[in-house]
T-cell receptor, first 111, second 116 residues
Framework: DQQVKQNSPSLSVQEGRISILNCDYTNSMFDYFLWYKKYPAEGPTFLISISSIKDKNEDGRFTVFLNKSAKHLSLHIVPSQPGDSAVYFCAATGSGNDMRFGAGTRLTVKP | GAVVSQHPSRVICKSGTSVKIECRSLDFQATTMFWYRQFPKQSLMLMATSNEGSKATYEQGVEKDKFLINHASLTLSTLTVTSAHPEDSSFYIC????????????FGPGTRLTVT
């Protein structure tokens, strides 16, 4: 069962613009959410996270928003840079147990 | 950040043989390690969770006799694919989590297994 969904397999944006990656989840027991960035043939790299007690967390160009009532979170990248081009995975965990990943969204930032 | 290594990064083996993949946390003690498998253009699928000194917990549908996991120390976990078949060809990724109470998992670089 897909408890974490990323419905957009790909996204293309122009350099300098905002990239918005979306993620939905179904399990209300999830209380911690993470975004990972992954290049081909490499392991995922942790990007940013948010606890369910917050609705926003910001780190430089990256901001994650959480809407618990909608079971939705999003990652905003502003401004987008060509080096941001990668696959982004949304992940969720409940009580620190195993993590569930979305299918990933391939972001392409065009110069 | 914390560093997790995997060895080998790439391995080709013949059908019917066994392959061992090592996952090491280099600068922290990993009380829990996870093994994932990624098919092309698909998400990371959790295979099993292992805690140091105890038996691994396998996800539904993952054959524990085929994918042997050993977490012998706080810095090393191994995944052995036994009697490998071509359909076992995949990208295997491990991750490690410390006991510090944070939920971030640190991922290894992955191992590309090709079974011929």
């Amino acid at each position: 069962d897909q408890q974490v969904k990323q419905n957009s397999p790909s996204l293309s944006v122009q350099e300098g613009r905002i990239s918005i990656l979306n993620c939905d989840y179904t399990n209300s027991m999830f209380d911690y959410f993470l975004w990972y960035k992954k290049y081909p043939a490499e392991g995922p790299t942790f990007l940013i996270s948010i606890s369910s007690i917050k609705d926003k967390n910001e780190d430089g160009r990256f901001t994650v928003f959480l809407n618990k009532s909608a079971k939705h979170l999003s990652l905003h990248i502003v401004p987008s840079q060509p080096g941001d081009s990668a696959v982004y995975f949304c992940a969720a965990t409940g009580s620190g147990n195993d993590m569930r990943f979305g299918a990933g969204t391939r972001l392409t930032v065009k110069p | 950040g914390a560093v997790v290594s995997q060895h080998p990064s790439r391995v080709i083996c013949k059908s019917g043989t066994s392959v061992k993949i090592e996952c090491r946390s280099l600068d922290f003690q990993a009380t829990t390690m996870f093994w994932y498998r990624q098919f092309p253009k698909q998400s990371l699928m959790l295979m099993a969770t292992s805690n140091e000194g105890s038996k691994a917990t396998y996800e539904q549908g993952v054959e524990k006799d085929k994918f042997l996991i050993n977490h012998a120390s706080l810095t090393l976990s191994t995944l052995t694919v036994t009697s490998a078949h071509p359909e076992d060809s995949s990208f295997y990724i491990c991750s490690a989590r410390g006991a510090g109470g944070v939920w971030e998992q640190y991922f290894g670089p992955g191992t590309r297994l090709t079974v011929t």
